[in-house]
């Protein structure tokens, strides 16, 4: 069964820093999707970025990259220039099951970030 | 577009009443997705429907009944519901079930009284 582990319950950086939220995975798939969502007290779950694990390159989206380490089946989310809207609850989440029909997601315990102003 | 509505935002029930919540999408996708989450917890998976058929369901209390009338519409139909069914229903969607990419609605805060 997939797992996804997220170690850092809660952080908080100032407005303008870089921030880096962890997650490590674990997999049997060979090819597959990792997302990192982000839910505001708003509450909306937000696709901040994917990645596929069959690209090497790590995905960028604006302010925010990835650094994917297929072998070490680690996705750390990076944000740069961190803005006090970026403050949420941070899941790192996989497609559960196998073959190619996805369970839907597994999520992490989330990374709650605070920027401060 | 990719909106996901839900309605409504907010319901407060009896556990003796009868409610349903709505999920809506029209980015063409094929299976949807209900999940329930609690106060600083990630998502729980509830129900999965590909094709408009139920795909899986994840040992739910049959006080939960999910529909899928359309490959755009998805509802949860709730009854008889207990104060710990009290949480946040989110709906999400994908094009198919290989999870390439899914999108959620800003769900259904519920409480039960």
């Known amino acids: 069964a997939q797992t996804v582990t997220q170690s850092q319950p809660e952080m908080s950086v100032q407005e303008a820093e870089t921030v880096t939220l962890s997650c490590t995975y674990d997999?049997?798939?060979?090819?597959?999707?990792l997302f990192w969502y982000k839910q505001p007290p708003s509450r909306q779950m937000i696709l901040v970025i994917r990645?596929?694990?069959?690209?090497?390159q790590n995905a960028t989206e604006n302010r925010f990259s990835v650094n994917f380490q297929k072998a070490a089946k680690s996705f750390s989310l990076k944000i740069s220039d961190s803005q006090l809207g970026d403050t949420a609850m941070y899941f790192c989440?996989?497609?559960?099951?196998?073959?190619?029909?996805?369970?839907?997601?597994?999520f992490g315990k989330g990374t709650h970030l605070i920027i401060q102003p | 577009d990719t909106e996901v509505t839900q309605t409504p935002k907010h319901l407060v029930m009896g556990m003796t009443n009868k409610k349903s919540l709505k999920c809506e999408q029209h980015?063409?996708?094929?299976?949807m997705y209900w999940y329930k989450q609690k106060a600083k917890k990630p998502p729980e998976l509830m129900f999965v429907?590909?094709?408009?058929?139920?795909?899986i369901n994840e040992s739910v209390p049959s006080r939960f009944s999910p529909e899928c009338p359309n490959s755009s519409l998805l509802n949860l139909h709730l009854h008889a519901l207990q104060p710990e069914d009290s949480a946040l229903y989110l709906c999400?969607?994908?094009?198919?079930?290989?999870?390439?990419?899914?999108?959620f609605g800003q769900g259904t805060r519920l409480t039960v009284v």
């Open positions: 999400a969607s994908s094009q198919d079930l290989r999870l390439t990419e899914a999108f």
């Open positions: 997999t049997s798939e060979s090819n597959y999707y």
């Open positions: 990645q596929e694990a069959y690209k090497q």
């Open positions: 989440a996989l497609p559960s099951g196998s073959g190619g029909g996805a369970d839907g997601l597994t």
């Open positions: 980015m063409g996708h094929r299976a």
């Open positions: 429907y590909s094709y408009e058929k139920l795909s």
